[in-house]
């Protein structure tokens, strides 16, 4: 898995128009009490092939789906559940936030490799 973690004053998750979940001040770290907004973004996984971008490591939509409901879960479960929202996954979205700092953080499992082919 492959995460950027930034810190925000504020973000929020646009959809067709609508915010579909926002939070104040948050980031990925949970010795705080900040608010968590989850959003899937499989151009993590985005090489460039001569000039253009090529996403075949990205894991298959219909296994990244149930993989991103449960990293949501998984937040929710381990965390205050108030505390986490999330975007819709495979929507065109609009990602709003206001960063902090800057803090921008690049986390990557060492299973990178096998949660990315698809078979």
Known sequence: MR??????????VEVDGSIVSQIGPGL???QKNYE???VSQF???GTLK???PDFH???PPQRAKPFYETVVENFRKSYNPDSIKD???GAMMKVNLVNDGPVTLQLESPQTSKLGTSK
Do not use: P
């Not at 995460?3 to 929020?12: G, H, L, P």
């Open 3 to 12: 995460a950027v973690v930034q810190r925000v004053t504020s973000a929020s």
């Open 28 to 30: 990925l770290v949970m």
């Open 36 to 38: 968590v907004l989850l």
């Open 43 to 45: 151009t993590l996984y």
């Open 50 to 52: 001569g000039n253009k």
């Open 57 to 59: 490591v990205a894991m």
């Open 87 to 89: 975007g819709i996954f």
